[in-house]
């Protein structure tokens, strides 16, 4: 998304920073690490809605005892290739950092490893945990729901959430194959960063209570907690485009993050009872597979980038310069936000010089 006005801050002072203001939040330090990197890979990545942007979001949370700074997760089931977790009302992050790490194990030795959790929180990117597997050449999928925020296709109540997909395989290039997407046409933070930058949300994203597309992006997040407006789900309003594909592949994520977890599901992950903030209770699911199981990893990472390199050389449309595959801009993006920095539009500015001043932290010198 183009940042107008933006100012690019060197990557390595905004991780110092949120490190610091994870620890002041009361994240142990080495916990604190991890939940900065899910950040950062974010920002690094283009991903702006899901970087430094979610900051305040959790030190809020855990300001307001909605969630808990120390993540005591607990494995409450281990059967083979299965495993269950508890995350404790933790730190999403630090719950899906250790899910998908025994995922890893197990698939290493069964050549599938599956864990699910429950009781766990917003986790960030879902692509990072993806990334865990693809580095240790196996095959990823992360799976999570969410705050409803979505219409189920005829209906109007935001009773899903914006519910991501991601998969991801290694391949012979620089990056790999990588999914990260939400199961909706867009997802909520794109409309906070719309909203942060003063920008209307485009037509045909989001409809209000009466079935009319809602364009007032301030007000449509006030919406979306009140559930008189809902994010479109992928195809958009009622079949004749497919929104009932979208629609399904967002139940489907519900079903997985939450059917084999206990987790809690559609209007229970509110994070409202009575007018009062509760935790969200959010279920995840994360899947490894082993590739050295089925031949030589070399092999299949050969069969990946020469899928890849035939879609690069196919015929581009009129104009069109290029064909990419998942993940291959967000590698593009992290060369240049390596160099170049990350863009901080005037919204963000103003609240990591609030989240500073909070915490005195005087020894942070940003260029704004």
Known sequence: ???????????????????????????????????????????????????????????????????????????????????????????????????????????????????????????????????????????????????????????VEPLLGTNPISFGIPSDLPYPFLLDMATSICQRGKIEVLEKLGLPTPDGLVINNKGEYALDSKAILDDLVKGTAALLPLGGVGEETSGHKGYGLSTMVEILSTALSQANYLRETSGLKDGKDIPLGLGHFFMAIDIAHFLPVQQCKKIIGCMIRVFHESQKAPGQEKIYVAGEKEHISRQQREKQGI????????MILELKNKWDLGDFVFPF
Request: glycine letters at 8%; charged letters at 20%; proline letters at 3%.
């Open 343 to 350: 863009p901080i539009n005037k919204t963000l500015q103003k």
């Open 1 to 155: 998304m183009h940042q107008e006005n933006a100012i690019y801050v060197p990557a390595g002072l905004l991780r110092r920073f949120m490190q610091v203001v994870f620890e002041k939040s009361g994240v142990p330090a080495h916990e604190a690490q991890i939940c900065t990197d899910v950040l950062m890979e974010a920002d690094l990545c283009g991903i702006d809605s899901h970087g430094i942007n979610r900051l305040k979001m959790y030190a809020d949370r855990i300001e307001k005892k909605i969630q808990l700074a120390l993540t005591d997760w607990k494995i409450v089931s281990d059967k083979d290739s299965c495993t269950v977790i508890d995350g404790g009302n933790g730190m999403g992050q630090i719950v899906s950092y250790n899910a998908m790490k025994i995922a890893i194990e197990k698939a290493r030795k069964y050549g599938c490893g599956i864990s699910v959790a429950r009781n766990s929180n917003h986790f960030g990117i879902a692509g990072y945990y993806t990334m865990m597997a693809v580095k240790n050449d196996m095959i990823g999928f992360t799976f999570t729901n969410a705050r409803p925020s979505v219409n189920p296709t005829f209906g």
